[in-house]
């Protein structure tokens, strides 16, 4: 009667493992009928009307797919069930499941660790409460539920890294080695931005369904020739890695490999994050000789490390993969390094916020399957004359007709208020639509809200409320990203 899945949500769609083999189970009688036609549509016409990513089956990587995993988590979600759950709160069982090789480090800086697809992730680090005694800023004292889960050493660690430098551990990022001689025309296929770029470009592109749905976003850098590392969502790389798998050509030309697991990867960002680049490696990381969007191979204490000068808080600096058994020693010789330039460690609470403020879309939350990258703010990142790419037909068609709602960046009158997410967004007794993302903004010190907004409402400077639980906060629609809009600091 009650089935019980390790996130507490069901098991709809495709199996990776055997095709054909359709899901539909952990099924409540009061969602049946909605489930019965979701997966209908999705069987029929390839996918649903409706976003499924959280109860699509492929969701669950190879370590929650086992039996012991499940029993802990599923008698977990039982348990807490009938409570009110924060969207911070963490689950207590089979934890520990996936360590980056930084995890000893980070122990010893009395990181704050969430979890997330097994990996666990510092979100806050105490060792920085010092921190605060720089900081009289209002968003020190927040109260009640927003506060619940979070530490105002998120907001030190944010300030600390926009203004000196901060490594962060994103080790858990899924991370695909596609390779063979069909490789570029598959991604050419598959992606709607242009692939055909120099070795050593990094191109960020969305994959789309055939209704032009943005089905997930990428970083693609081509390695070699023949070769690329694509870079997707964490908790969602297996679902990502099914669709590649179901859209590969027949006849051997491509390969596709799950390296996540076998790479670390710290990014060290921040004005500063060139001064200690070139303290810790002979090679040149100056603009001229090291762009933006650019990646290759450089030496750091001896070891062989791929640096991609990319940036998704908005600061100069690099993504350092670095095979796990050399991790530690990637750490100790940029710690060292980095620390009389003030160089710290931060978590993905500071990692979330400043991202906001930058305003780069996330996966699972501003984008997915309800939304075409017209809508999202991504038209930028669509290369229509590249040749055929799956959802152009689907995108052509919005273009003709319009869109009717565009992702909106909205900011809190009041400096002190902050929302957590999916909250009413409200003109009057109207709701317009729910919010997306939402954060604080420590370096702009505003509340920051991200939502998708009718057309007639989304110009700049209209008023609207958004509905925190009895409370509405005033807000208004602002031009974005709110940091730094030319991005003259990540290309500096």
């Known amino acids: 009667l009650f089935s019980f899945t390790p996130d507490a949500m069901p098991l ?8 054909g083999f359709w899901s539909a189970e952990a099924v409540w009688v009061a969602h049946a009928g909605g489930i019965a036609r979701a997966v209908a549509e999705w069987i029929v016409e390839g ?3 409706l976003d499924l990513r959280e109860c699509d089956i492929n969701r669950f990587h190879p370590h929650a797919r086992t039996r012991s995993y499940s029993l802990a988590r599923g008698v977990e979600q039982y348990s807490e069930g009938p409570q009110v759950h924060h969207p911070l709160d963490q689950m207590y069982t089979s934890r520990d499941m996936r360590l980056s090789p930084f995890h000893a480090r980070e122990n010893a800086l009395g990181a704050v660790f969430f979890e997330s697809a097994g990996w666990e992730i510092p979100q806050w680090y105490e060792a920085n409460g010092s921190l605060l005694d720089a900081y009289e800023e209002p968003w020190r004292d927040r109260k009640g539920w927003a506060a619940r889960n979070w530490s105002p050493i998120v907001g030190a660690e944010h300030r600390t890294a926009r203004e000196r430098a901060a490594i962060f551990d994103v080790t858990a990022i899924t991370k695909l ?6 490789t570029l025309a598959f991604l050419q296929h598959l992606t709607a931005n242009q692939m055909d770029q120099p070795v050593g470009r990094v191109t960020y592109t969305s994959v789309l369904d055939e209704q032009g749905a943005i089905m997930c976003d990428l970083t693609v850098t081509r390695l070699e020739t023949d070769r690329f590392m694509v870079m997707t969502s964490t908790g969602y790389g297996y679902r990502d890695l099914k669709w590649f798998r179901d859209h590969m050509p027949d006849d051997d030309s491509v390969s596709i490999e799950d390296v996540s697991s076998d790479l670390g990867c710290l990014c060290l960002w921040g004005p500063r994050a060139r001064d200690i680049m070139a303290a810790v490696s002979d090679d040149d990381f100056s603009n001229y000789a090291f762009p933006y969007r650019g990646a290759r191979y450089v030496t750091i204490v001896g070891v062989r490390v791929l640096a991609i000068r990319l940036s998704y808080v908005g600061e100069l600096g690099w993504e350092l993969y670095v095979p796990n058994e050399h991790g530690a020693a990637l750490w100790d010789a940029l710690w060292e390094a980095g620390r009389p330039h003030g160089l710290i460690a931060a978590g993905s609470g500071a990692f979330t916020s400043m991202r906001i403020e930058k305003g780069y879309r996330l996966w699972g939350t501003d984008i997915h399957t309800e939304y075409n990258p017209y809508e999202a703010g991504l038209g930028f990142a669509v290369r229509r004359n590249k040749g055929d790419f799956i959802g152009e037909d689907a995108l052509v068609a919005a273009r003709k007709t319009g869109i009717g709602q ?3 960046c909205l900011t ?25 993302s939402a954060d604080y903004g420590y370096t702009i010190g505003k509340g920051i809200v991200y939502g998708y907004l009718p057309i007639a409402y989304s110009e700049p400077g209209t008023r609207l409320d958004i509905m925190y639980f009895n ?7 602002v031009e974005e990203p709110l940091y730094d809009p030319d991005g003259a600091k990540m290309r500096a």
């Open 471 to 477: 409370e509405r906060y005033p807000a208004t629609v």
């Open 12 to 19: 709809l769609g495709e199996s990776d493992e055997v095709r």
């Open 406 to 408: 565009m992702l909106c």
């Open 47 to 49: 996918s649903p009307s």
């Open 412 to 436: 809190l009158e009041d400096p002190t208020a902050v929302v957590m997410g999916s909250e009413p967004m409200m003109l009057g007794d109207q709701v317009l639509g729910f919010v997306t």
């Open 177 to 182: 080695e596609v390779e063979g001689p069909g």
